[in-house]
């Protein structure tokens, strides 16, 4: 196969792969609260929401592992519990909220029905078509997100064209940060860091390709891919900010996300897109469940049981989590992706830097520092805030959620000044 197509089919399933249906409720409410500073909001959704996912890819590229290598050289119990908290994390929190969304924009609007009704019939199909391994979910998906992407483009150029353009300031207090911690929602950091080795895989290579020219394919496919995510969460977020005055100051992601197709596209594309972003949602479910059943299959030494077990747990949760609101769900995710997505985010890091620069040792102590000053930004969202009002004002950062970034740094530095002979 030619190289250049080689490269594209690469950036297309990527961008496939991190392109949530779930994801587009964010970038709209974003810009809404963003106003005239939207583009500072943008730099710091794209910074967790494409780079670090994209830099996963890198990392992959490097191992040519499982999710397992990310975290091996902390230690194996370290990279056995990261597994198995992700996967967890996975199937209690992105796989619902497909269903939430689901609810809310295809079936709300036209059916007077209850959450839970859509949820249990919704998990009960992704049940059925997990045990089967249905095919029909891959080709779904590959036609879907296409025709989702060309409507979200005319939404945007639309938006562009006939904006009020009264655009208020912002709501942020730091617009940067808001647009950063936003991005964990996306789950995309652990999602390339779960899937990423799939994708490599999956890309066509010729036996004689070097292992050098593998990482070049994938660093333009990834470059590909990431291009394409910006300009999509970029034009929703844009597009938010332009319309943001015709929205109430407590309007949830999803009366955004509609209201601002109905405003582009008028009501019969919001229907056509809302059904589009069901099925998308649902393709997604139907892959978390199933890449979850397929972890637990494996470490239970090939056991099919435990692959439709994982499968009927991870649905009824679907079924109990799914049934609640979607902005619920997502302050939910809050305490979890302020504890997982820093330990992510440093192991993908780490997982890219030259080997001289990661030892084992860097390593344990990055990781460990980060653990350490992630915990008051986990409990700021389950404890009263003024609580945590000393300590948050010792660490810097740390009233902006980031209190482990400066420590991570320094014990980066650090511990790579020591000699080696000492370490």
């Not at 409720?25 to 810009?31: A, E, F, V």
């Not at 394919?217 to 943001?244: N, V």
């Not at 990781?367 to 945590?388: A, C, H, K, Q, Y």
């Amino acid at each position: 196969m030619n190289k250049t197509k080689e490269i594209w089919i690469g950036g297309f399933a990527l961008f496939s792969l991190f392109f949530g249906a779930g994801n587009l409720i964010l970038p709209p409410s974003l810009g809404v609260k963003a106003g005239l500073d939207w583009w500072i909001v943008v730099l710091g959704f794209v910074t967790t929401a494409v780079t670090i996912p994209i830099l996963a890819i890198f990392a992959h590229a490097k191992l040519q592992g499982t999710l397992y290598d990310f975290g091996k050289k902390v230690s194996p119990i370290f990279s056995t519990a990261y597994c198995l908290l992700i996967y967890l994390i996975a199937i209690a929190i992105p796989s619902p909220r497909t269903a939430a969304v689901t609810h809310e924009m295809a079936i709300q609007p036209f059916f007077e029905t209850k959450p839970i009704l859509t949820s249990v019939f919704y998990f009960f199909l992704v049940f059925i078509f997990a045990i089967n391994r249905s095919k029909v979910i891959g080709l779904i998906g590959k036609f879907l997100t296409p025709i989702i992407v060309m409507i979200l483009l005319i939404i945007i150029g639309i938006a562009v064209l006939s904006s009020p353009g009264i655009v208020p300031p912002t709501t942020f207090k730091t617009p940067f940060v808001g647009g950063l911690l936003e991005g964990y929602q996306t789950f995309d950091a652990i999602g390339g860091v779960v899937v990423g080795a799939v994708i490599i895989i999956s890309l066509n290579y010729s036996s004689h390709t070097t292992f050098e020219a593998r990482k070049t394919l994938i660093r333009k496919a990834g470059l590909i891919a990431g291009t394409g995510l910006l300009l999509i969460y970029g034009g929703l977020i844009l597009s938010g900010s332009l319309f943001s005055s015709t929205f109430a100051e407590n309007a949830s992601r999803i009366e955004i996300l509609s209201g601002l197709s109905s405003q582009t596209l008028g009501h019969l594309g919001t229907t056509f897109l809302s059904v589009l972003v069901a099925l998308a949602c649902f393709t997604t479910a139907v892959g978390i469940v199933t890449g979850t059943a397929d972890y637990m299959k494996g470490i239970c030494k090939n056991s099919q049981k435990a692959y439709i077990i994982t499968a009927a747990i991870a649905s009824i949760i679907g079924i109990i989590v799914g049934s609640f609101q979607v902005d619920f769900i997502i302050t939910l995710a809050v305490p979890a992706l302020m504890f997982l997505y820093p330990i992510t985010i440093v192991l993908i890091l780490l997982n890219i830097v030259p080997e001289k620069y990661a030892s084992k040792l860097v390593f344990r102590g990055v990781v460990l520092m980060t653990f350490i000053f992630s915990i008051p930004d986990f409990l700021g969202f389950i404890i009263p805030r003024e609580n945590l009002t000393g300590i948050k004002n010792i660490i810097p950062l740390a009233n902006s959620s980031l209190g482990w970034v400066i420590p991570a740094c320094l014990v980066f530095v650090v511990v790579n000044l020591i000699p080696k002979h000492t370490k």
